[in-house]
């Protein structure tokens, strides 16, 4: 195993821990409320029970209604509600909730009993109890209302297992008895919110004096279905055929609704105001057309609640920050006739996942070797929590995402900040090694990928270059050491950069000699092609300085260059105290012999046969001789290469060169002596096959191969 994948999973392994420990000490509240809620507004989608829903509103206009037509002040009198009653009771409602807490009796008595006769009138009222650890004057069950709640099995042993006593409420605050008495089921409205003030569970009862008082929705759903057994079974509320899921905490997890997109989100379920209710009532009694339509009512569930702001019933949500209160509850009923509540995930798959996703990132981001690959890895890894969650989400859970992208984000910056530590060192060994000898963008492209380099030695194609300047030893005696140095770091400067610029290698400087090669450390497809051009480039460039130091010197500076391409060794070689890199093999001694060869044809760049073949025709070549180096048995075809200009401007000479060059192969050395003196002051090469060719007229060769055979390096 790599010590990469090592660090990853030791990143990972911390990373999960740290993220999971925030997790469970309640710090990463913060972040997963508005994730889990980033969630709900997404995915959230209308409700095919949304239709058995409906909601009468007290709102600002039939307050307002209230205050102007009927001169109501607020609180309205109680005898208000017992047309809206008569209403629903006249649609032929299934349940009839009331989200209003009739705690205190009112200053006419009749008025409260008007209200008891019209709830004991109509079938499945819920009145609302109000079930607090700190608020209510009542500590005990009131005396004849022990039908007011359901019975529910397993809620001792349920109760026996939990940890602390969160649904157990010590107060209560019960409504009048005209409305407690006279109701099929009394409800609970206390509702706890998370610690950003949002509504994101509820739990579906609470415990008051050993008796079990479901919530407002739930209560609706019993009212209507008095004989849905509820009974508590492995952490899931059963009641008849549905199931509500709760957590460690007693609380199931609401889906909230949105409404179809055109329409307004923010009435999740049919509504209707307080004011359209009571006038169509009255109407009806009185023989008009109703305002509002009793079928809009009939076989629905119908919740009243407060959304006027003035009366402090609207609550943050998931899907809305001032959502009225009574849409809480009809959302639990929602959820329970659709049987489609959010599961937790559980504690175990929350450690799971983070653990997983921990060390995918500390692994794949300790593997990451450049920038671009770093900032991919962190979209890529924190967006995978995202759509798992979502995911989660589409199949009913909610899955914890704060603690998963935590523990990715911790993960990622470790093995990033790991990276910088053992990484860095590695690049700037590889850096301080290079960068006397390769150009800042090849450096820069080893430091992206230092698996590129392989360090030792190693066998690889180069063309090689050597390049040495005519003549410099006499050069050099005339100038004092100042004047040496200050040249030779111009000339060298100028080379250098031509041929970093081409994408070499400068392997050594020797006094005014540069030895240079292409295709490593890293690949250049078309390393020959490149060394060629960056001699020939050079050329011109001392073409260009010539004139400046000429001024210094008083002597012209030219260069001659050989270039081969072969197999050699290449890596660092040394010892572990020194080393360079560079190569070795026989391909760089006949590169050296080439630069060499030129004296003897007048030439200043030669390349072998295979650079010739190896950088295809982009540049031009003309054919010199067959030549047989010193240490060599095997001869070897050499080439003068040139720019497209060059060849064009002097191109007749070239093919009668070429032409005489033919008759020289062929042993025909005076035909050829007659072509070569034709160009021979105009052409170096040629002038030196004048020389050859009388000298083998002269000295006939027992066997001609046509090869020029060099006596000296």
């Not at 508005?34 to 829903?53: E, F, G, H, K, T």
């Not at 609302?128 to 019975?151: C, H, I, R, Y």
């Not at 950069?497 to 540069?514: F, S, W």
């Not at 011109?540 to 400046?548: H, I, N, V």
């Amino acid at each position: 195993m790599s010590k990469k994948i090592i660090h990853g999973i030791i990143i990972g392994i911390a990373s999960s821990c740290v993220a999971l420990s925030l997790q469970f000490t309640g710090l990463l509240g913060w972040l997963e409320g508005p994730l889990w809620d980033m969630r709900v507004r997404i995915m959230c989608r209308p409700s095919p029970a949304a239709d058995q829903i409906r909601i009468i509103l007290l709102d600002q206009t039939s307050l307002d209604w209230g205050e102007s037509e009927m001169k109501w002040a607020w609180p309205w009198p109680r005898i208000v509600y017992e047309p809206i009653i008569n209403f629903c009771k006249r649609a032929g409602a299934k349940a009839i909730i009331f989200d209003v807490l009739f705690t205190e009796p009112s200053e006419r008595i009749e008025e409260d009993e008007i209200l008891g006769t019209a709830i004991g009138g109509v079938t499945g009222f819920v009145a609302t109890v109000f079930l607090s650890n700190e608020q209510g004057s009542d500590k005990a069950w009131p005396v004849g209302l022990d039908a007011k709640t359901p019975e529910a099995k397993g809620l001792a042993q349920y109760l026996a297992g939990m940890r602390g006593t969160e649904l157990v409420m010590p107060r209560a605050a019960f409504p009048i008895s005209e409305v407690a008495d006279n109701c099929d089921m009394l409800g609970n409205v206390y509702a706890v919110s998370d610690a950003d003030a949002t509504i994101r569970r509820i739990a579906p009862f609470c415990v008051f004096d050993g008796r079990v008082v479901p919530i407002l929705g739930l209560a609706g759903y019993v009212a209507h279905d008095p004989l849905a057994e509820i009974q508590m079974e492995n952490n899931i509320l059963h009641v008849g055929d549905r199931d509500i899921p709760l957590d460690e905490h007693g609380k199931t997890i609401l889906r909230f609704r949105r409404r179809p997109e055109g329409q307004d989100n923010n009435k999740v379920y049919e509504q209707v105001n307080a004011a359209a209710v009571i006038q169509s009532e009255l109407r009806l009694m009185e023989g008009g057309q109703p305002a509002c339509d009793p079928e809009f009512f009939r076989d629905t569930y119908v919740f009243l609640g407060f959304s006027a702001p003035g009366l402090v019933d609207l609550k943050s949500t998931p899907v809305n920050r001032r959502q009225p209160g009574v849409e809480i509850h009809a959302t639990v009923l929602d959820n329970l006739l659709s049987n489609d509540f959010i599961r937790d995930t559980g504690t175990m798959m929350t450690i799971i996942c983070a653990v997983l996703f921990a060390l995918a990132s500390g692994i794949i981001g300790r593997a990451c070797v450049n920038s671009k690959q770093v900032v991919w890895t962190f979209i890529g890894m924190l967006l995978l929590p995202v759509l798992l969650g979502l995911a989660a989400y589409f199949w009913g859970y909610w899955l914890q995402m704060a603690v998963l992208n935590v523990a990715v984000a911790i993960a990622l910056v470790s093995a990033v900040i790991v990276n910088y530590s053992v990484e860095g060192k590695k690049k700037r060994f590889i850096k301080n090694a290079f960068k006397q000898y390769l150009s800042p963008a090849v450096i820069d492209k080893l430091l992206h990928d230092p698996g590129r380099l392989k360090l030792g030695g190693e066998s690889r194609e180069l063309s090689i270059l050597f390049s040495d300047l005519q003549g410099f030893t006499g050069i050099s005696e005339g100038l004092n050491p100042q004047e040496l140095t200050a040249l030779l770091n111009d000339y060298l400067t100028a080379m250098t950069d031509i041929i970093l610029d081409e994408g070499g290698t400068v392997d050594k400087y020797e006094g005014d000699a540069i030895i240079a090669f292409w295709n490593a450390p890293l690949d250049v497809n078309d390393h020959a092609e490149c060394a060629v051009r960056a001699g020939l480039r050079c050329g011109r460039k001392l073409a260009e300085l010539r004139p400046s130091f000429r001024e210094r010197v008083g002597k012209d500076l030219f260069m001659r260059v050989g270039v081969n391409t072969g197999l050699v060794v290449v890596g660092n070689m040394g010892s572990h105290q020194r080393f360079d890199y560079t190569f070795l093999g026989d391909a760089g001694n006949l590169a050296s012999r080439l630069e060499g060869i030129n004296k003897q044809f007048g030439t200043y760049m030669m390349i072998s046969e295979n650079t010739r073949e190896r950088m295809g025709d982009k540049l031009k070549t003309r054919e010199l001789s067959k030549v047989r180096v010193v240490g060599r048995k095997e001869p070897v075809k050499v080439f003068e290469p040139m720019f497209e200009d060059d060849l064009l401007a002097r191109d007749e000479i070239f093919k009668t060169f070429a032409e005489a060059l033919q008759m020289y192969y062929k042993g025909e050395f005076g035909l050829a002596l007659d072509l070569f003196a034709t160009i021979a002051d105009s052409d170096a090469p040629a002038a030196a096959y004048v020389r050859k060719c009388r000298n083998l007229i002269e000295n006939p060769p027992g066997i001609w191969d046509g090869v020029w055979v060099m006596t000296e390096k």
